[in-house]
């Protein structure tokens, strides 16, 4: 075989993997846009229950038709404090069994008729619905353009591969692998590793081993063993966008990766009858087909991949606490690792998943209006501190928090602008807006509570002082902000239940008492009541204090709009 022969071999089944990929990659992001907004109400819902768990990762699975996309998505949920260490283990068992979906999706569709004379002919379906300005029906042309893309380069993949030379090293090796026992074993699940590791996909490894155990390239022992290593393979996605993330957040990969090292370790000593038992039940599906041999190779691997992570699910859930601590063993502790939480943004062509990554800003966002009301809060003890060590430790505080918020809003605004970037559903769009508009928002009322601290300060080195009177209407208009940003932050935390009707009434009690105390405050300057840079400072406090009550209804409102 020469080596322009085997250049060619190698990037056509290079491109005809791109094909398939690029219709996974579509199909995955038109079900998020279809399904994202109540996959997001789900996902944020999910509780500690780790079959609940399971159910879920299995779910989220389905519809992102990757594992390695579902992984790195939970690993940002991870690491955005959305989902505990804990609770990822029974989303990452159920993933497994997730990713099973799209070999069955290969073999009804790939291999029970004749795909390609559909797929033209649904391609041209979908372009009129692709055109129009509905956005659910444009996702729906994208999800069946993205399906038949992946079943023509399914289709490629099975035209190519019985074309290549049998004297290839690789294929002769795979084609051989099942005389040389155990090490043999091993070394094809290494192949199946290195493979995965490269696509940055097992479910186009998988597809890629059921067209050369349909073409009769490699037999199913090898195929078996294929897949083992494809399952460890594609846990190096994951663990590649924890990188860069928190300690958690890396457990969470670890995990994945050692519940598919694990699996492979237990069913090692016992593969030759896990095998036999597969093609049992193979035989028992399809006695009764007609189709008999077209479908004997895909439906092979789509058994063995559903059992295998059906089995090691089952018997690993009732572990996952000493998963967890296995992970920490690994990966200890540190001092400083759940201080703060890292946006990180790990969207590509293999794993699609800006649309359901909308809410890894929630945490930060609810984080930053937590940070702004604890600063407001710090004022009324600013203007009665007269301890000078104390007031210096608030001031400091202050400083801190207000740092704090924009280093938030810096990394939020960044993850968002991100998000923009790649194509998202209208409502998507919409809550990226949002998010972007009441970030903005908080950041501006920790900018006003800073100022208001100035403020103090420099009244103080000035020695000016506010009587009875103004530290009593101040005490009034401090009670209704603190109240504003109370029912902002719950509104923050529970978008569903927005509280709007509440939040404008007390808006307009701040309004309100805004213009009585800027009228009085004329009237007791005229009648000398109190020198003018007190009631320099005093006026200055009230109209910041309105300011926070104006940021706090943007919020509310561009709440209601965009949830």
Known sequence: MSAVDLLYDILSILGALAFFLFGMKLMSESLQKIAGVKMRQYLSAVTSSKWKGLFAGFLVTGVLQSSSAATVLLVGFVNAGLISLLDSVGLVLGANIGTTVTSWLIMFFGYSFNIRAIVLPLIALSIPLYFTSNSRRKSFAEFIMGFSILFIGLQFLRDILPDVQQETQLVHF???????????????AAIGIAITFIIQSSTATIALTIVLLSEGLIGFEVAAALVIGENIGTTATANIAAIVANRNAKRTALIHFLFNLIGALLIIPFFHYFVEMVEWLSEILLQYSSSKQLLEAPMRVSLFHSLFNITNAL????????L????????????????HHVLTFTDNFVTPVSELSVIHTSREINNMAKIARKMFQSIPALLLE??????????NDMKVNEAEVDEIERQVMEYLTKL??????????????GHMIIVNNIESIADVCYKIARIIDIKNSQKAWFNQAQRDDLTRMFLLVEEALEVMERNLTHPKNIRHEEALAI????????????????LDMKAAKYPFNSGNFYQQIIVYCEKIGDHV???????ERSV
């Open 386 to 395: 007269k301890n000078p060590d104390e007031y210096s430790l608030l001031s």
């Open 553 to 559: 209804i943007n919020v509310s409102e561009t709440l």
């Open 315 to 322: 018997l690993l859930i009732g572990f996952t606490k000493y």
């Open 174 to 188: 795979l084609s051989s692998g099942q005389h040389h026992g155990f090490w043999a074993l091993l070394a094809t």
């Open 507 to 522: 808006e307009s009690q701040i309004n309100t008492l805004r213009t009585q105390l800027t009228e009085q405050h004329l």
């Open 420 to 433: 923009t970037e790649n194509k998202l559903s209208a409502a998507s769009s919409r809550l990226v807006n």
């Open 324 to 339: 967890v601590n296995l992970s920490v063993k690994i990966l200890p502790v540190t001092s400083d690792e759940g201080s």
